[in-house]
C-alpha cells in the first residue's frame, strides 16, 4: 500500500463555519479521486469524487477541489454541523481495482 | 443503497488460532471486494482485491499464505488469518464494487469492519 500515516492530525471548528481538508496524492499516474469519511468504529463512507479532468466538483454542502500540478486535494465543508465530526480521508485511484487512502484528518466541530 | 455486511464485528482469540472474517453483499453482485486493515489512529492500507472465482490479488508486503482469501461467490469473500499473532490485532475492513445497480457510481461500499483482538 501508498501512504499510511502514522499519526492524525486535528482540525477543530466551530459550527457554522466552514471546514477546510488537505490532503497530499503520491502517484501522478492517478486519475480519480475520492473524499471519505470515517465515525469511530465503522467503515468509511463516501462524500465526494472527482476525476483528473475536472479542478472542482461541488455536492452538497462539500466542494472538493484538484490541483494536480502539486498533487494537491482539499475538501470544504461548508457551515460545519456537529454531524460532521469524523475522520476523514482521501483516496486516489493510480490503476484499475487499486485505492490508496492519505493519512486522514480528523474533524472536531465545536458547539 | 448497496449494503455490505462483515462477520463478526469484533472477535477475540488466543495466539495461533486461525480466524475467519467474512464480508457478504447484501443486495447486489460483486465480482470483486477488497480487504483493508487498519491500526488505531492511522490510514487504512489496502490488503488485497478479491475476485469471484479467481485467485485473490495481494499488495506487496502483505503474505499471501498469512491471509488467505475466498471469493466463492458473488456475494461473499472470506479473510482468514492463518495462525494470528498479536502483531495481526488490527480493524480489517472490506468493501465491494457494485458496477451495474443503482449505487454504480460509487467505486466502492464499505462494511462496518471487524476488530481483531488476539491474545
Known amino acids: 500500500g501508498e501512504s499510511v500515516g502514522l499519526h492524525l492530525p486535528t482540525l477543530s471548528v466551530q459550527e457554522g463555519d466552514n471546514s477546510i481538508i488537505n490532503c497530499a496524492y503520491s502517484?501522478?499516474?492517478?486519475?480519480?479521486f475520492i473524499w471519505y469519511k470515517q465515525e469511530s468504529g465503522k467503515g468509511p463512507q463516501f462524500i465526494i469524487d472527482?476525476?483528473?479532468?475536472?479542478d472542482k466538483r461541488q455536492g452538497q454542502r462539500v466542494t472538493v477541489l484538484l490541483n494536480k500540478t502539486v498533487k494537491h486535494l482539499s475538501l470544504q465543508i461548508a457551515a460545519t454541523q456537529p454531524g460532521d465530526s469524523a475522520v476523514y480521508f482521501c483516496?486516489?485511484?493510480?490503476?484499475?481495482?487499486?485505492?490508496?487512502f492519505g493519512s486522514g484528518t480528523k474533524l472536531n466541530v465545536k458547539p | 443503497g448497496a449494503v455490505v455486511s462483515q462477520h463478526p464485528s469484533w472477535v477475540i482469540c488466543k495466539s495461533g488460532t486461525s480466524v475467519k472474517i467474512e464480508c457478504r453483499s447484501l443486495?447486489?453482485?460483486?465480482?470483486?471486494m477488497f480487504w483493508y486493515r487498519q491500526f488505531p489512529k492511522q490510514s487504512l492500507m489496502l490488503m488485497a482485491t478479491?475476485?469471484?472465482?479467481?485467485?485473490?490479488?495481494?499488495e506487496q508486503g502483505v503474505e499471501k499464505d498469512k491471509f488467505l482469501i475466498n471469493h466463492a461467490s458473488l456475494t461473499l469473500s472470506t479473510l482468514t488469518v492463518t495462525s494470528a499473532h498479536p502483531e495481526d490485532s488490527s480493524f480489517y475492513i472490506c468493501?465491494?464494487?457494485?458496477?451495474?445497480?443503482?449505487?454504480?457510481?460509487?467505486?466502492?461500499?464499505f462494511g462496518d469492519g471487524t476488530r481483531l483482538s488476539i491474545l
Open positions: 468493501s465491494a464494487r457494485d458496477p451495474f445497480g443503482r449505487d454504480r457510481d460509487q467505486p466502492q461500499h
Open positions: 502517484n501522478s499516474a492517478s486519475d480519480y
Open positions: 472527482i476525476r483528473s479532468n475536472m
Open positions: 483516496a486516489e485511484n493510480p490503476a484499475f481495482n487499486k485505492f490508496y
Open positions: 443486495d447486489f453482485q460483486a465480482t470483486t
Open positions: 478479491s475476485n469471484e472465482g479467481s485467485k485473490a490479488t495481494y
